[in-house]
């Protein structure tokens, strides 16, 4: 059974899908957020994640968010659950959907509501520190500056508190559409996401307050207009996987050529080279410049090692299928120049990573569809004249103008990876701070250029690229724990994913 994707929005365009929404089912905002609240009552109910034993609070703030939590405790209340809205705003500060849903907790549960101001918040602070649930409803995806005041004092305590956390669709003082926290915001064990991830779910710092996250869906239509963006899952990128012939050659699977190397990091080709043999391809060549042959020791048998001269680089790039460019390159050698030009000349399937990516900024003219780049935040702002925190604050928006203005594949690396090209969009999240290591980045280089060797598009190289690569090293993680795993690890784990990937289908 194919398996839907998740789909990824923006802030904006989750607002634009919601007026959207109500014009096509002739329905109220007020009716989206009774289908919100009651989605996530029924979840909690049904999950068996709240108990009638425990008392519940709910933060709520003035505007749909907390809206979406006065019909929470609304359900609450009226199944038996011990349950207090603690309101930010008095009506008439409160957005007129989330009032209406106030009068609506008032009417059956009057008792069920505190308002909150500098009086009582020492003594519901105290209540919050003994809570059993805590909900955040204060923000929602909207918000973008610093906490502060009572807001700041109440996520505190929820964060000291030894509740079970659940935000609504994001926690409050996470960035809904970059993912960043400036000062504080609540560390949920639960994220309760409305229909569509947002960047904010997704990116930077939310990795570390989002907990496990749960996409609810309340029937949102998303207009046709909208770009295609989605949140990849192993299960997503198996089908992907071709059947090999019995009947085959090395040459059948490819050859992929890995330029790099230099005095200072020789090794750092031969982890992409052996990556993109461990991910299928028939043959691996590493091309070094021979001004820098001396220092380079093969220390795999598999791996060839042939040399070049200056720009002149035909001689090893016979029966090639793909190239990788970049891995241990260092900045110095002018050489590389003509290199990455001769290169972009060809119609040969091209990945770009570390060093590479210096020099491919003066052709970025040449760039093609089957070329790939895989930078990091601070690379990608270096090829692309934008400071780092420019790229941090709009990545989406960033990253998606790139593509528009230059016909490549760019895979954002990062806690959640980025991949964007040919108008398309997709996200793959799984955080490993043990990948957070010295040849990491030539690894995917390698596996990426793998596939490309084998005949994969662009576009599901990436995939198959950034999703194994992730599989593998989150496998040696669970071998080697996250302070001592090494890139090399991650390489051994490699072939291993790609067999529970095709033993999902069949095709082995």
């Given at each position: ?234 299960v997503h990128i198996a089908s992907i996987i071709k059947p090999r012939r019995k009947n085959s050659h090395k040459y059948d699977h490819g050859k992929a050529v890995v330029f790099g190397g230099s005095r ?36 795999r048998p598999e791996i060839i090692v042939e040399d070049y001269r200056g720009g002149n680089i035909g001689n090893v790039l016979t029966k090639a299928s793909a190239a990788a460019f970049g891995p241990g ?180």
């Amino acid at each position: 059974m194919k398996r839907k994707f998740y789909e990824v929005v923006t802030v904006a365009e989750m607002k634009e899908a919601e007026r959207h929404t109500c014009e096509v089912l002739g329905i109220s905002p007020a009716a989206l957020m009774e289908r919100a609240g009651a989605k996530i009552f029924n979840f909690l109910n049904d999950k068996k994640l709240i108990a009638r034993d425990k008392r519940a609070y709910i933060l709520c703030g003035p505007g749909n968010n907390g809206g979406d939590g006065l019909v929470l405790a609304r359900y609450m209340a009226k199944n038996g659950y011990r349950v207090k809205a603690i309101l930010f705003a008095e009506p008439g500060k409160m957005t007129k959907e989330a009032e209406e849903k106030y009068h609506r907790l008032r009417e059956i549960s009057g008792e069920s509501i505190v308002f909150i101001d500098e009086e009582n918040a020492g003594e519901i602070i105290e209540e919050i520190l003994k809570a059993g649930y805590i909900v955040d409803a204060l923000f929602g995806t909207g918000f973008s500056r610093a906490v502060e005041g009572l807001y700041l004092e109440i996520i505190a305590a929820a964060n000291a508190s030894a509740a079970t956390v659940f935000s609504v669709d994001i926690p409050s003082g996470v960035n809904g559409d970059n993912g960043l926290v400036t000062g504080a915001a609540v560390k949920a064990d639960y994220t309760l996401v409305i229909q569509y991830y947002k960047p904010g779910n997704l990116l930077n710092d939310s990795c570390d307050y989002c907990g496990l996250q749960i996409v609810l869906s309340i029937g949102i239509i998303r207009p046709e207009t909208q770009r295609s963006r989605h949140y990849l899952a192993p299960v997503h990128i198996a089908s992907i996987i071709k059947p090999r012939r019995k009947n085959s050659h090395k040459y059948d699977h490819g050859k992929a050529v890995v330029f790099g190397g230099s005095r200072p990091m020789p090794g750092a080709p031969f982890l992409a080279a052996l990556a993109l043999l461990k991910s299928g391809a028939g043959i691996a060549v590493m091309a070094v410049n021979r001004k820098h042959r001396r220092y380079i020791t093969p220390v795999r048998p598999e791996i060839i090692v042939e040399d070049y001269r200056g720009g002149n680089i035909g001689n090893v790039l016979t029966k090639a299928s793909a190239a990788a460019f970049g891995p241990g390159l260092g900045r110095g050698d002018k050489a590389n120049y003509r290199v990455i030009k001769r290169l972009l000349s060809l119609s040969l399937p091209l990945v770009i990573d570390a060093d590479g990516l210096f020099y491919f900024k003066r052709y970025l003219h040449l760039a093609r569809e089957n070329v790939v780049i895989t930078p990091h935040y601070g690379e990608f702002a270096g090829l692309f004249d934008l400071s780092v925190d420019d790229a941090l604050s709009s990545p989406l928006e960033t990253l998606e103008k790139i593509t528009r203005l230059y016909p490549v594949w760019v895979v954002l690396k990062g806690p959640t990876t980025i991949i964007a090209g040919d108008g398309k969009t997709f996200f793959y999240r799984r955080p490993n701070s043990g990948m957070a290591t010295a040849g990491s980045g030539d690894v995917l280089t390698g596996v990426i250029a793998g596939f490309l060797a084998q005949g994969y598009s662009a576009e599901d190289a990436c995939k198959l690229g950034v999703v194994i690569h992730s599989l593998a090293g989150y496998a040696a993680r669970k071998i080697h724990g996250e302070h001592g795993m090494v890139a090399s690890d991650i390489i051994a784990r490699i072939p291993g994913e790609i067999l529970n990937l095709v033993l999902r289908t069949g095709k082995r």
